[in-house]
């Protein structure tokens, strides 16, 4: 029952934080999602829930926020880990609060499919129990392994564009990982370009853009239309951007 003794999500609401500043002509307060979100706040539902977009849309500054505003690190990690390489993330998370469920778990992960390189180094220069190998994987193999090792537990898992790193067969994977998490009561926000990822049988889908945030149809949203389309004929596509 939700805001109920049974609701246990991590995150049930995204709000405007209390007395918070924002300049609407700066970015990304200029952002349609953003300022919808500032506006009406973003439920987030059980289970997995998909941010798809064109790029600069918002959808990874969407999940950036409120991977913060949980406590985690901007560029990736588990709560705790305190690493930084350079700051650039957006001012987004200072301007919102996050509504938890009552006995909600405070465990969380980033995965951040840009900045992972230096997470890794973080973890080897700072061991804990287990033994880290990833410099010594291939990019999707370390990808896979962060899985395997840190994606078991209740709690919120944000993930940017983690399908740039991983194969078909490793897509695979992953949604089996996700569907698992969620049947754990494990809650997951996902910004993806994936058609393969967002097929996920029971996931929710936002789409955003111009319009803000939408809930979609995976049948509907237009990555999956441009997907079906190049793949039964590349030619209505690469001639636009191939010199004769």
Known sequence: ?????????????????????????????????????????????????????ENGTGKSTLVE???????????????GAAHSTRSTESPLHRAIRLERGLG?????????????HGFYTYLEENPGRRAERFHRLSHGESFIEILRTR????????????????????????????????RGGGQVLCATHSPLLTALPGAHILEVGDWGIRPAAWDNLMLVEHWRSYLTDPRRYLRHVLTD
Do not use: H, K
């Open 1 to 53: 029952m939700a805001g109920g003794f049974g609701d246990r999500r991590a995150v049930r609401r995204v709000l405007r934080a209390d007395q918070a500043e924002v300049n609407a002509r700066a970015w990304p307060f200029t952002l349609p999602p953003v300022a919808q979100l500032l506006r009406e706040g973003l439920e987030l539902p059980p289970g997995v829930t998909f941010l798809v977009g």
């Open 65 to 79: 926020a409120i991977a913060m505003a949980f406590g985690l690190s901007p560029e990736g990690g588990s709560t």
């Open 104 to 116: 909600a778990p405070r465990w969380g992960f980033f995965l951040r499919a840009e900045t992972m």
């Open 151 to 182: 994606f078991d537990s209740p709690g919120l898992y944000c993930l940017d564009e983690p399908e740039s790193a991983l194969s078909f067969s490793s897509c695979l994977a992953l949604i089996g990982v996700l569907d698992e998490l969620a």
